[in-house]
């Protein structure tokens, strides 16, 4: 699909020619200077789409919610489809009173690092848990995913080695590239073939680092070409498995188990702010990983310890989907409806092949009166354009849940596919 | 304010990452890279086909590194800001005009530019010395008009200058990696760590029948 060729609004067209690229440097010699210039023109991209980005929820994040529109100021209850919580487990009566007995128990936070005084018994058995449950040695806390990637690739990589990065990694991995001083080199998108042009000939320590699944296009690493590469060129792999941990899989574990290559990668990360709908992140291999970890993640180290409260309502969400797989049955259900059902009606998602969907608008000054007509009729979902995917990629993001019923689903094809063709996005 | 007008037929650039190491061995002191990527920067081949201006019609070549604009007094925002380190033309009167009014370094001779349009792209092929140094291909996305606001940044020995350029015209742009470069071994493009630029743009765009508007340059130092 192209743009149309006029736009109906030059304003509209005039603050997507920006992005955050553009208010990098200043004038003059104070750091003040950069504030004015970007705050003109985020209000006129606020009243113009970007209000649709941190609207607050007032209620937990089931597959209904109550919005506030940041335009009207007026509280919508739509059906959602933003929120990660890809098995609905966060709001499930047995984890609030793990986490309610929880506060009760430690009161609200850890109070400390947890190479100090903020760990406590509930944390090693959340880490025991997740080693179990991914059938490995041992598992490290951390407070976030970010922090999880920020401080596992600083620990592993120095200046002098190389860190091979896929293009659309994740914030984390690129700051955690960053962060070790290591040389960086990005391979094309989900391409052995170009990792292999990249890597072949480079000396010394390799980290190859890969997602699972990747967070705005919804499709599925490459993970057997690229081990065969990272391997037969002697560097390490690194998956994060945010978006695949507790979906993909015979027993959940991820991508990696997936494709039957769980033994061949050297360090899996996930997080639990998306499955199990907490916050989160972790890093899962041998012992020694772990004790080494422990000492040289200074993310983990120099940060308060994730929430006992949370810790327990994790554990109680992790037990949920190890001991409930019907859910992960129900996920790739509901994914199979939804495909089929936009694949009939023109509606266009990508190379998506798992729960994340984009719905490709393709127009990046379009994309945001899709979103607000998506959501003036009854579906919470988020804009996605650039510089977060390329030009003319522009796209309103699904996040699919094993809770949502196929009436609801259906109605968000109904509104979807509605607006789209309004707008002369379908593509059929 | 006076304006130095450029009437072009045909004006394309193609964007693609090389090392940052690269770009800062060519930018001046005080400019830095925008990094597409950590460790990445941008690289721009840009084609000029001008039918009229002071120095009459003649082709251009440019290449440039991309820098983050600066945010002026003014309140006017750049789409984009960039470096240009070498140009070439096929004309000793442009070549000299672009050198004394806009400091611009150039090849020192005339080189050969030639465009090839077919059903979607545009092919730019300069030769220099009689010898193959570069060739882009663009492809084409959707048109609409345009008006776009550049920050040019030039450095010679008599000092460091900015200026705005305002492209007018019919645009096309996309992220579509439909395009091609190919750069030669040739003096020309010494600058440039061949084996590690991409071949392929991230980004192409293409003006047509337009006007680019040289706005009178400004001292860095005052900028």
């Known amino acids: 699909m192209k743009e149309a060729a006029e736009e109906s609004s030059p304003r509209r067209a005039a603050f997507t020619e920006y992005d955050y690229s553009n208010f990098y440097y200043a004038a003059g010699e104070d750091p003040i200077n950069l504030l004015r210039p970007f705050n003109e023109w985020y209000r006129e991209a606020k009243q113009h789409g970007y209000y649709l980005y941190s609207e607050p929820l007032a209620g937990a994040p089931t597959t209904r919610v109550r919005v506030r529109n940041n335009k009207t100021g007026e509280w919508r209850d739509l059906i959602n489809l933003a929120s990660y919580n890809y098995l609905g487990i966060s709001y499930r009566p047995e984890v609030k009173a793990a986490a309610a007995a929880a506060l009760e128990r430690y009161g609200l936070g850890a109070s400390g690092s947890p190479i100090l005084s903020g760990t406590f018994d509930v944390h090693e058995e959340l880490a025991e848990a997740v080693a179990r449950f991914k059938d490995k040695e041992a598992a490290i806390l951390f407070p976030t995913g970010y922090s999880a990637n920020v401080g596992l690739i600083p620990a592993l990589m120095r200046a002098g080695d190389t860190i091979f990065l896929d293009q659309y990694s994740h914030a984390s991995i690129v700051d955690g590239a960053i962060m070790a001083k290591s040389r960086t080199v990005f391979f094309r998108h989900n391409n052995p073939l170009d990792l292999e042009r990249k890597i072949s000939g480079v000396k010394g320590k390799k980290l190859v680092v890969v997602e699972g699944v990747y967070s705005m296009d919804g499709d599925i690493c490459a993970l057997p070409d690229i081990v065969e590469v990272a391997k037969r060129h002697g560097a390490r792999i690194l998956i994060d498995e945010a978006h695949s941990t507790f979906l993909f899989g015979p027993n959940g574990r991820g991508v990696a188990e997936h494709f039957g290559l769980d033994k061949e990668i050297d360090f899996h990360l996930g997080t639990f702010s998306k499955s199990l709908g907490g916050q989160g992140g972790f890093v899962c291999g041998s012992r020694d990983l772990v004790d080494y970890l422990n000492a040289f993640g200074r993310s983990r180290f120099f940060s308060c310890n994730l929430s006992p409260v949370l810790a327990a309502g994790l554990l109680a969400g992790l037990r949920i989907a190890e001991g409930e797989p019907q859910l992960r049955a129900k996920l790739w259900s509901n994914v199979a409806y939804l495909r089929r059902r936009f694949a009939e009606e023109g509606v266009d998602i990508g190379n998506s092949s798992s729960q994340v969907m984009p719905v490709m608008v393709n127009n990046d000054a379009r994309v945001f009166a899709v979103a607000e007509k998506v959501q003036d009729r009854g579906l919470f979902l988020n804009p996605v354009t650039y510089p977060a995917v390329p030009k003319h990629k522009s796209r309103l993001r699904i996040s699919v849940s094993a809770a949502h019923s196929e009436e609801e689903l259906e109605a968000a094809v109904q509104v979807i596919a509605g607006v789209l063709g309004d707008e002369g996005c379908l593509c059929r | ?223």
């Open chain 2, 1 to 223: 304010m006076p304006l130095s007008r450029y009437r072009f037929r045909w004006g394309l650039s193609g964007f693609f990452e090389f090392p940052t190491e690269n770009a800062r061995r060519i930018l001046p002191r005080g400019l830095e890279p925008l990094e597409l990527h950590h460790g990445s920067s941008v690289f721009s081949l840009t084609a000029f086909d001008f039918v009229d201006s002071e120095v009459g019609p003649y082709s251009e070549v440019v290449f440039g590194v991309i820098v983050p604009p600066l945010l002026g007094e003014e309140g006017r925002l750049a789409k984009s800001a960039f470096y240009p380190w070498q140009l070439a033309t096929t004309t000793r009167a442009a070549r000299e005009h672009a050198m004394n009014r806009w400091h611009l370094p150039h090849w020192p001779e005339n080189v050969g530019i030639e465009f090839t349009r077919d059903a979607r792209s545009l092919v730019v092929r300069v030769k220099a010395e009689g010898s193959p140094t570069a060739e882009l291909t663009i492809t084409e996305h959707s048109w609409q008009p345009a008006s776009h606001l550049y920050q040019c940044f030039m450095q010679d020995d008599s000092g460091a200058y900015l200026t705005h350029i305002t492209m007018e015209g019919e645009y096309s742009e996309h992220e579509e990696e439909s395009g091609r470069m190919r750069l030669y071994d040739h003096p020309f493009n010494k600058d440039i760590l061949l084996s590690e630029v991409y071949e392929t743009p991230f980004r192409e765009v293409w003006y047509r029948d337009g006007v680019q508007s040289f706005e009178p340059l400004v001292s860095r130092s005052a900028a």
